[in-house]
């Protein structure tokens, strides 16, 4: 499964602007990848991880903007068609599990 996190949040004031950039950087040390801006994605195993995660993000986001969360499974993220544009190659992207010996 993967959760999406779309979010707009102001920025305007200095304030607005360092709320924007710690959630930012909270998404990131959650493990999520950006896949345009102010829209991340991460893998998640099942329905119960993506509900701790979205909680987790639920306490840590500011006041003000709008924050959306949306979990899909990996048929359906692999539905996703490029119109312009093509997929970031860099970034370990499947749902194959890996062994580390």
Known sequence: ???????????????????????????????FIMLQESVYSKLVLNSEQSALLIDRIRKKAPKKGIIQALTITEKQYSNIEYIIGSENTKIINSEDRMIVL
């Open 1 to 31: 499964m993967r959760t999406i996190i779309f979010f707009d949040l102001p920025n305007v004031y200095m304030k607005d602007k360092r709320n924007y950039l710690l959630f930012r950087k909270f998404l990131l040390s959650e493990g």
